[in-house]
């Protein structure tokens, strides 16, 4: 398999692909390159130049960090399904940081305080000036 910037479609795995899906799973398990790199012994700026399409792990690599993100290597390579586009191509990394975080802390309250969450959100959402 070719590594380069083409279409995936024309058999090239294109170099962002494998960067954003690490992002993505990181930032949806809401942990940080700091993370990644306690638990897999790669430098920080490494992880951000994959992230960002700078530089193409190894395989070896690939699957230091699957371990860490608790994912199989393969879903590097997988075809984007339709709710995976739906779910990650909305939402810039700022938002995806936001929601995780709202979901980490969020798992510790009960049931009535997440309604009360919920709606400070809604009541918020509705008075926000764009």
């Not at 083409?6 to 700091?34: A, V, Y």
């Not at 306690?38 to 951000?48: A, E, V």
């Amino acid at each position: 398999m070719k590594v380069n910037g083409g279409s995936h479609r024309n058999g090239f795995l294109p170099i962002m692909k494998i960067g954003t899906t690490i992002r993505t799973h990181r930032l949806q398990k809401g942990l940080s390159q700091g993370d990644i790199e306690k638990k897999t012994g790669l430098l920080r700026c490494y992880l951000s130049r994959v992230e960002n399409g700078h530089t193409v792990p190894s395989l070896d690599t690939l699957s230091k960090i699957a371990v860490a993100l608790d994912m199989s290597i393969s879903q590097f390579f997988a075809d984007d399904t339709p709710s995976h586009q739906f779910n990650t191509q909305r939402l810039t990394d700022e938002e995806l940081r936001f929601l995780t975080q709202i979901r980490r802390y969020s798992s510790n309250l009960n049931e009535s305080d997440r309604k009360l969450l919920l709606a400070m959100v809604k009541k918020f959402a509705a008075t926000a000036v764009r």
